[in-house]
């Protein structure tokens, strides 16, 4: 028994001391033991690489594509998760029948896909209660939803500025309050709430921070949208707010001011590991182009850089 616990210890320290481990097992076989060498790949960061949804956008609100296919699509490319958007659910925004849910969360099991968020097209910004007790109404519904589903979180929303006579910081104070509203709701059901920042009322990273604070609520986090920011070094704002970060937006490309690039996966990569997250990126894909290609360019892509 000595023997036994010493040659565990030493495979442990093996494994935690390199990025590759060489252990060796005693294997049964034909009545003796047979030595066998297994190579143990060290697992950099536990980042795992999803697809939202929203990447099929277009074929997926036409009916030429259904979420049975977006889950067959994304077993077939090698994705860990996916992200499902409460829009592509049948009768958005109502609430989807359990069959139909628990059809999803069997399918996605069946296929080796993670739930990640699923989302809804929330707005905090008005200044009428009313208004706002139904949109809080509709993230709690989902919050429901996200738990029948087995999704971690739902994706929300500040809101998209209505034009009403109201300064930032007005807005914010009540925006907040029904976001923690909300967030104990979610917490009640295991569930959390992730707050993109989409260049709506949240446009900069200090904005952001700032009604992450207010809010202040542990089921609350940022699904930090990298393609959200309109400044001179988008990646500055990235480092800034990644500490918030539950989970991601990660797209083809960052805007500089007005002007989109290419985003460069190296640094983003480089961020999300010095801010310690570790989970899943859901990768989003925008604009013209067919969907089929650009989403399986960008995973080849990213996907080199993660396992590196």
Not at 211 to 240: C, F, Q
């Amino acid at each position: 028994m000595r023997n036994k616990k010493f040659k565990r210890r030493e495979f442990t320290k093996s494994v935690s001391l390199a990025g590759i481990g060489v252990a060796t097992f005693p294997l049964i076989k034909g009545g003796k033991d047979v030595s066998q060498k297994l190579v143990i790949l060290k697992n950099k960061g536990n980042l795992k690489i999803s697809l939202n949804a929203y990447s099929f956008d277009k074929p997926l609100r036409a009916g030429k594509m259904t979420i049975d296919d977006l889950l067959d699509y994304c077993a077939k490319i090698g994705f860990d998760g996916v992200d499902l958007t409460g829009y592509y659910f049948p009768g958005y925004p109502a609430v989807p029948p359990d069959d139909y849910i628990f059809h999803v969360k069997q399918k996605a099991f069946r296929l080796g896909i993670d739930m990640g968020c699923t989302g809804v097209k929330n707005d905090f910004t008005w200044s009428d209660p009313v208004k706002r007790a139904d949109e809080k109404k509709l993230v709690k519904e989902w919050i429901i939803v996200a738990q029948k589903l087995g999704a971690p979180g739902v994706r929300i929303f500040s809101g998209t500025l209505s034009k009403e006579n109201f300064s930032w910081d007005e807005r914010a104070k009540w925006i907040a309050d029904d976001i923690r509203e909300c967030a104990e709701y979610g917490k009640t059901h295991g569930v959390m709430l992730a707050l993109q920042n989409h260049n709506d009322f949240l446009k900069t990273a200090s904005q952001t921070e700032k009604l992450l604070n207010l809010i202040n609520h542990d089921w609350v986090g940022l699904m930090l949208d990298i393609g959200s920011y309109r400044t001179e070094d988008p990646y500055k704002d990235i480092v800034a707010n990644s500490k918030y970060a539950i989970t991601w937006q990660m797209k083809e490309k960052v805007f500089i001011k007005d002007a989109q690039v290419d985003t460069d996966y190296e640094k983003i990569i480089a961020i999300v590991r010095q801010s310690g997250y570790r989970g899943y990126l859901p990768l989003e894909t925008l604009g013209e182009g067919d969907p089929y290609q650009k989403v399986e360019a960008l995973f080849n892509k990213v996907n080199v850089i993660v396992n590196r």
